[in-house]
Protein backbone atom coordinates (compact mmCIF):
# COMPACT_ATOMS: atom_id res chain seq x y z
CA UNK A 1 0.00 0.00 0.00
CA UNK A 2 1.19 3.32 -1.30
CA UNK A 3 0.62 6.57 1.24
CA UNK A 4 1.82 10.15 0.59
CA UNK A 5 3.09 12.34 3.48
CA UNK A 6 5.36 15.31 3.62
CA UNK A 7 5.20 15.58 7.33
CA UNK A 8 6.24 11.75 8.00
CA UNK A 9 9.12 11.70 5.65
CA UNK A 10 12.10 12.50 7.58
CA UNK A 11 14.35 15.35 5.37
CA UNK A 12 15.86 14.89 3.00
CA UNK A 13 14.63 11.32 2.22
CA UNK A 14 12.21 10.60 -0.98
CA UNK A 15 10.29 7.38 0.26
CA UNK A 16 10.46 4.87 3.56
CA UNK A 17 9.22 1.64 3.54
CA UNK A 18 7.55 0.24 6.76
CA UNK A 19 6.06 -2.82 6.13
CA UNK A 20 3.40 -3.43 4.10
CA UNK A 21 3.32 0.77 3.60
CA UNK A 22 5.17 2.46 1.05
CA UNK A 23 5.44 5.75 2.61
CA UNK A 24 6.08 8.93 -0.31
CA UNK A 25 7.17 12.69 0.06
CA UNK A 26 5.26 13.27 -3.02
CA UNK A 27 2.59 11.70 -4.82
CA UNK A 28 4.87 11.83 -8.60
CA UNK A 29 6.61 9.72 -7.18
CA UNK A 30 4.23 6.87 -7.27
CA UNK A 31 5.50 7.06 -11.16
CA UNK A 32 9.28 7.13 -10.59
CA UNK A 33 10.24 3.33 -11.44
CA UNK A 34 13.64 4.18 -9.52
CA UNK A 35 12.10 4.89 -6.60
CA UNK A 36 9.51 2.95 -6.50
CA UNK A 37 12.10 -0.37 -7.30
CA UNK A 38 14.49 0.81 -4.26
CA UNK A 39 11.78 0.86 -1.55
CA UNK A 40 10.16 -2.56 -3.39
CA UNK A 41 13.65 -3.54 -2.58
CA UNK A 42 13.28 -2.72 0.72
CA UNK A 43 9.68 -4.59 1.04
CA UNK A 44 11.24 -7.88 -0.45
CA UNK A 45 14.04 -7.76 2.57
CA UNK A 46 11.42 -7.20 5.05
CA UNK A 47 9.44 -10.16 3.91
CA UNK A 48 12.38 -12.41 3.91
CA UNK A 49 13.31 -11.42 7.48
CA UNK A 50 10.29 -11.51 9.08
CA UNK A 51 9.59 -8.19 9.63
CA UNK A 52 10.49 -7.24 12.98
CA UNK A 53 14.44 -8.73 12.75
CA UNK A 54 14.60 -6.87 9.56
CA UNK A 55 14.02 -3.86 11.81
CA UNK A 56 16.01 -5.00 14.33
CA UNK A 57 19.02 -5.49 12.32
CA UNK A 58 18.68 -2.28 10.21
CA UNK A 59 18.91 -0.45 13.78
CA UNK A 60 21.79 -2.47 15.24
CA UNK A 61 23.91 -1.59 11.82
CA UNK A 62 23.08 2.03 11.73
CA UNK A 63 24.72 2.20 15.21
CA UNK A 64 27.01 0.32 14.16
CA UNK A 65 27.70 2.87 10.58
CA UNK A 66 27.39 5.66 12.92
CA UNK A 67 30.21 4.74 15.23
CA UNK A 68 32.63 3.69 12.13
CA UNK A 69 31.75 6.90 10.22
CA UNK A 70 30.61 9.37 12.92
CA UNK A 71 28.12 11.13 10.06
CA UNK A 72 24.17 10.47 10.23
CA UNK A 73 23.79 10.50 6.40
CA UNK A 74 27.44 8.01 5.77
CA UNK A 75 26.21 5.38 8.03
CA UNK A 76 22.33 5.23 6.59
CA UNK A 77 24.19 4.86 3.64
CA UNK A 78 26.14 2.14 4.49
CA UNK A 79 23.69 -0.06 5.74
CA UNK A 80 23.76 -3.03 4.27
CA UNK A 81 20.07 -3.27 2.91
CA UNK A 82 20.57 0.45 1.89
CA UNK A 83 23.62 -0.47 -0.07
CA UNK A 84 21.61 -3.30 -2.15
CA UNK A 85 18.85 -1.05 -2.66
CA UNK A 86 21.06 1.59 -4.11
CA UNK A 87 23.02 -0.70 -6.05
CA UNK A 88 20.32 -2.24 -7.93
CA UNK A 89 17.56 0.72 -7.89
CA UNK A 90 18.24 1.20 -11.49
CA UNK A 91 17.98 -2.75 -12.36
CA UNK A 92 14.07 -2.49 -13.02
CA UNK A 93 14.33 -6.30 -13.04
CA UNK A 94 16.59 -7.03 -10.23
CA UNK A 95 13.72 -8.38 -8.28
CA UNK A 96 13.28 -10.75 -10.42
CA UNK A 97 16.40 -12.31 -10.39
CA UNK A 98 17.47 -11.49 -7.16
CA UNK A 99 18.66 -14.30 -4.91
CA UNK A 100 17.56 -14.55 -1.48
CA UNK A 101 19.25 -12.71 1.27
CA UNK A 102 21.41 -11.18 -1.17
CA UNK A 103 22.02 -8.03 1.35
CA UNK A 104 24.27 -10.44 3.11
CA UNK A 105 26.60 -9.41 0.20
CA UNK A 106 26.61 -5.87 0.81
CA UNK A 107 27.66 -6.04 4.60
Do not use: C
Not at 14 to 37: C, E, H
Not at 71 to 99: D, G, M, Q
Amino acid sequence: MILISKKIMPKGYQGITLYPFMILRDAKLKSNAVVMNHERIHLKQQKELLIIPFYLLYGFEFLIRLFQYKNWNTAYRNISFEREAYSNEKKLNYLKLRPPFSFRKYL
